[in-house]
């Protein structure tokens, strides 16, 4: 094909959008409702990938000193940590940050249990070298004397984690199923669009067109209603997912989980709803010619 | 040229479009198709631009053997011929200009040399102020006189024309008769099919009647039936 015959293509496209306009808003209109369904489902499977992997991730052993320690036996703890195998850093957190904390995540009205009411302990905050060392680490941490407990996030991240995992399979189902039927919504409107406009492709024939000719103003047709249909679920995703973005970094300060940033989110998201509007629009186009393109 | 050697076309056991038709058409004559409904004059013009495929036979269309044709070749096989239609077959949602340039883009003719070809085109068929029209905005004269200049517009050396008085009245048919004689006159083959006895017997040209799917009459200056030969 030639740089002309494609530029007419182009304009043949965009010229057959516009006069085509009720059918042309339907099959928008539907690629709109699927592409917001698959960007909404993305922005929760991809925020649960990374809250399962950061629980994964999680190298953290928070080692509780028994209450009444003295500074030396104190420590001494950290001299017992520093000789186990796979500890990368130690930190000190005093019952008092370990409130601070506490408040910083549940509200104000923890500060109540402020002073000599503090129920916490103090904590050392342990960095394993790898995710694989954090359960040993915590093994020997709690033989240490003077130490009330090592936590690794313990059962509730097992928990955490096999619900994060099982959220995570049945998202991927879910996405798979939901393209699907994005597929199928997307190609059926753009076939009703095409049967419509069955007279016209004979008459091409007729006139003596190639099916190349003929197929490619539709393909990008195709593509053209795709990437309409990409605009108002892309702009929805964008403001929504900021809203949440910012409602839930609050509630989740301190825990050691966040969400995934907009901007990483939203480059991936809008790129990937552009790709499959156009990619099913246009291959949806292609394929529905074909039954009408047999001499 | 176009040449029909024993040409059967069977629709199914009952059924057959074409009975050994055989018959050879010079380049730059004019024939009328004639015969009664369903006899097989659709048949025969269908077969001519490959939209029916011959059970057996032969059929030459210049130099297209279309027994050998492959599907893929079909389009250009199309572009030596010009097709007109009864319901015109113009494209609804382009203009009068883009449905005859629609022809010649699809050859990749350049742009200046479609725009001056289809100016020409418009002067010739009277329809120079209806260019940016729609073809749902025009009447039925002036909708066949679009699909003329569209069928003309690649300089074709055969015109096929189905029934292209069918739906006008007896002076918009004259118009269309003019246009054809016009074409006909700078050598191009024209293929008519036709119901219409007044335009057959006051155009004289060769006329082939067809009936049972076989050419039972081929006379050249004849008129629409031989009834009144016979009386």
């Known amino acids: 094909m030639n740089k002309q015959t494609f530029k007419r293509h182009l304009v043949d496209s965009l010229t057959s959008l516009r006069r085509n306009t009720w059918m042309s808003v339907a099959a928008v209109g539907a690629v709109t409702v699927t592409l917001l369904l698959v960007g909404f489902l993305l922005s ?34 950290k001299k017992s940590l520093e000789k186990i195998d796979g500890v990368e850093s130690i930190k000190f957190s005093s019952r008092k940050q370990e409130l601070h904390n506490v408040v910083g ?37 709690k033989k240490i004397k003077n130490v009330y407990d090592a936590k690794y996030g313990g059962t509730s991240a097992k928990k955490l984690f096999k619900l994060a995992s099982s959220i995570q399979h049945w998202g991927i189902f879910i996405s798979v199923l939901l393209l699907f039927v994005a597929v199928f919504l997307i190609e059926n409107t753009i076939k009703i669009t095409i049967m419509s406009r069955q007279n016209e492709i004979e008459i091409m024939r007729l006139v003596g067109a190639t099916n190349s000719y003929i197929r490619w103003p539709f393909i990008l047709e195709g ?32 825990s050691g989980y966040q969400l995934v940033a907009p901007h990483v989110l939203l480059f991936q998201i809008d790129l990937l709803l552009i790709v499959i509007g156009i990619g099913i629009g246009a291959l949806g186009a292609g394929v529905s010619m074909r039954r009408f393109l047999k001499i | 040229m176009i040449e029909f050697k024993n040409v059967v076309k069977r629709y199914s056991d009952d059924v057959c479009g074409a009975n050994q ?49 492959a599907d893929k070749d079909v389009p250009y096989l199309r572009r030596e011929l010009g ?27 350049e742009p200046e040399e479609v725009e001056k070809r289809v100016t020409e085109l418009l002067d010739m068929v009277g329809l120079a ?21 569209r069928a003309i517009a690649n ?15 007896p002076a918009t048919s004259d118009d ?56």
């Open chain 1, 223 to 254: 593509a053209w209603t795709g990437l309409l249909g990409t605009i108002i679920p892309i702009f929805l995703t964008d403001f929504g997912y900021n809203i949440v973005y910012r409602v839930m970094s609050n509630s989740l300060k301190g």
């Open chain 2, 155 to 169: 300089k074709p050396k055969i015109v096929i024309a189905d029934e292209p008085t069918g739906n006008l009245d």
């Open chain 1, 44 to 77: 929760v499977l991809m925020n649960v990938n990374k809250v399962a992997s950061d629980i994964e991730n999680n190298v953290q052993v928070r080692v509780i000193i028994d209450r009444g320690t003295k500074e030396k036996g104190i420590k001494q703890i």
């Open chain 2, 21 to 69: 038709l055989t018959v050879k058409i010079e380049q730059g004559e004019f024939v009328y198709i004639v015969g009664q409904s369903g006899a097989g004059k659709s048949t025969f013009i269908e077969l001519m631009y490959r939209e029916e495929k011959a059970t057996s036979g032969h059929i030459k269309i210049n130099n297209y053997v279309l027994e050998n044709i």
């Open chain 1, 105 to 141: 995540v549940y509200g104000s009205e923890f500060k109540l249990i402020s002073g000599d009411q503090n129920p916490l302990y103090d904590v050392y905050v342990v960095d394993a070298k790898n995710p694989d060392k954090t359960i040993e680490v915590a093994k020997k941490a």
């Open chain 2, 176 to 231: 269309i008769m003019n246009i054809l004689e016009e074409i006909n006159a700078e050598g191009t083959t024209i293929v008519m099919a036709t119901h219409n006895n007044q335009i057959v017997d006051e155009y004289k040209h060769r006329v082939l009647e067809i009936a049972g799917g076989k050419i039972v009459r081929d006379e050249e200056g004849g008129i629409y039936t031989n009834e009144q030969a016979d009386l």
């Open chain 2, 129 to 149: 102020d209806k260019r940016d029209n729609f073809p749902d905005e025009l009447s039925g004269g002036e909708q066949q006189r679009v699909s003329i200049a």
């Open chain 2, 83 to 109: 097709i007109i239609f009864q319901d015109y077959k113009l494209l609804p949602r382009l203009t009068v200009f883009e449905n005859i340039a629609y022809a010649m883009y699809v050859i990749e003719t």
